[in-house]
């Protein structure tokens, strides 16, 4: 402790400002320090909440008094109890999603349920099933189902139900095929329900798909996507990976026709019923007086002349029918009409002898056969004008962008952003430290006999210890400690003799002269 007062005693008014002012900023570094060791690190629990369910989890974790943080919409809570309180908040239902499903029935008595209140219960029940269902998808962040049951109105027979849908994607939009399988989805669990009577809505309020794209099952951009696909899939396993680029465009019907022809043949005749009509008529004559002999059944009535005629007559009618031929023909939208293809597939590199690479397209015979095939894929009409196009043309090499990606000895260092805060105020707090504390004092010059050593192995110039004695060959024991003071005094005659250049020092520094033989006269007493 003396030592330290001597030094501090020895040290002007600015070092003295400067080292306290050092030793406050370490005080405080190392107090922050220890608050920020003990204070844990925090991690996300759960982030995207509805108002009801986060308020659920932050009550829940005020019941158990876990700590935590609210950033936004998202609750931290220590890295440590993360994952065990997420598995304690599932296995109470927690986070409960807004859509609520079969359990409304639960909650319903036999007495006091009318009719109306289990119907609404139920079809409300159906749309929170439905909504889990489809927030299921990781594409979906959230969803709400609304079904309007045509069954509900009893002097309404023919009122088909409808459904609504509205989705909150994760990131990505949500595209027409995920729309679609939505529709199938939702129309599957409702009764009469077709897929065309579901409308799908995005956050942005926008249709997913209309009500045209529902009942023609898919559109021209779905068609391109996989006729594309398709020749991608067939060209590269040729040419390798992107060294193709393969376009589709498909011209579609969007309009429904209906073609109903009739066509008759008046050179074709058909029987198709014949009638055969025959006719007999026979008749007798006779010419002879009538008398009472030939009223009798024995008499004699014969003796008159008699004559007989028959008549026979047949008639035929044959009906015929003219040769007619009927053609309809139903064309629904999405029929295809017209289908151009575009294919552009890389060459090959060629060396020459001096070491210059060119360009070298492929073949036309190869090109000749990955027309063909291209052709098989797209199911090629010439009569219906389809168009392939098929190029072997330089495609540029574009570099990636960044550096590669290699393994590093970080890799396995997992530090967030507290840690790295940590870090830096140490580094600051041992930086203060060493240039603030440690520098001055390493800087200050030993002058104070305390600090010398009364004894030691040193070199001859610095071993020896000043005693207050004159040596005997005229040199003062100063001559030492002002070589090391390396500071000539100002103003004092630069003098070959040590006697007179420390004589000289002396009378500059008077002050400094007192304290040191104030110093060794403590230091004699306290030896006695």
Avoid: C
């Avoid at 759960?46 to 009801?52: K, N, P, R, T, V």
């Avoid at 779905?222 to 594309?228: E, F, H, P, Y």
């Avoid at 070959?496 to 002050?511: N, T």
Wanted: charged letters at 20%; glycine letters at 8%.
């Amino acid at each position: 402790m003396q030592q330290i007062g001597t030094v501090w005693a020895s040290l002007d008014r600015r070092k003295q400002i400067i080292v306290t002012g050092a030793v406050v900023l370490v005080f405080l570094g190392i107090l922050g320090m220890s608050r920020l060791a003990s204070a844990p690190s925090m991690t996300l629990l759960y982030a995207g909440l509805e108002s009801g369910a986060a308020g659920d989890i932050v009550r829940s974790l005020d019941q158990r008094g876990v700590p935590y943080e609210i950033r936004g919409g998202s609750i931290y809570v220590p890295g440590g109890q993360r994952d065990e309180l997420r598995m304690t908040l599932a296995s109470e239902g927690l986070p409960a999603n807004g859509n609520r499903g079969y359990e409304l029935l639960d909650s319903l008595s036999g007495f006091g349920t009318t009719s109306q209140m289990f119907d609404a219960a139920y079809w409300r029940a159906k749309e929170g099933e439905l909504a889990r269902t489809i927030v299921g998808s990781p594409h979906v962040s959230q969803a709400r189902v609304h079904i309007a049951n045509g069954s509900a109105n009893p002097f309404q027979r023919s009122v088909a139900p409808t459904a609504s849908v509205y989705l909150v994607s994760t990131g990505a939009e949500i595209t027409g095929d995920q729309a679609k399988a939505i529709r199938f989805l939702v129309s599957s669990a409702v009764s009469g329900l077709a897929p065309e009577n579901v409308a799908v809505i995005d956050s942005k309020g926008a249709v997913i798909g209309g009500q045209e794209t529902a009942v023609a099952g898919e559109t021209a951009d779905d068609k391109s996507r996989q006729l594309r696909e398709r020749v991608l899939r067939l060209v590269e396993a040729r040419v390798g990976a992107g060294n193709a680029v393969v376009e589709v465009s498909v011209d579609t019907v969007t309009k429904t026709e209906s073609i109903r022809e009739r066509r008759f043949d008046p050179k074709g005749r058909v029987a198709i019923s014949t009638d055969v009509e025959e006719r007999s008529d026979s008749a007798r004559n006779q010419s002879s007086d009538v008398t009472v002999a030939s009223n009798l059944p024995d008499g004699d009535g014969s003796g008159g002349d008699e004559s007989n005629s028959n008549a026979t007559q047949t008639r035929e009618r044959v009906n015929y029918e003219v040769s007619e031929t009927e053609l309809e023909v139903h064309t629904a939208p999405g029929a295809v009409k017209r289908l151009t293809v575009a294919v552009l597939v890389n060459g090959t590199r060629v060396v020459d002898a001096a070491g210059a690479e060119s360009f070298a397209p492929l073949p036309q015979a190869e090109l000749d056969a990955l027309q063909e095939l291209v052709a098989s894929a797209v199911g090629f009409d010439a009569e219906r004008g389809d168009v392939i196009t098929l190029k072997s043309l330089d495609l540029p090499v574009v570099e990636p962008q960044g550096t590669l990606v290699s393994a590093s000895m970080f890799q396995n260092v997992h530090l967030d952003a507290m840690s790295l805060v940590q870090m830096a105020v140490l580094a600051v707090v041992s930086l203060v430290l060493a240039l603030f504390v440690i520098r001055p004092i390493l800087m200050k010059p030993s002058v104070m006999p305390a600090l010398l050593p009364a004894s030691g192995d040193v070199e001859a110039e610095n071993a020896q210890v000043l005693t207050g004695e004159i040596a005997p060959d005229g040199a003062s024991e100063f001559a030492p400690l002002a070589a090391q003071a390396e500071v000539p005094a100002i103003g004092v005659d630069q003098s070959p003799d040590p006697v007179d250049r420390l004589r000289a020092m002396i009378g500059d520094k008077q002050e400094e002269t007192v304290e040191i033989l104030r110093s060794w006269l403590e230091e004699g007493e306290e030896r006695v």
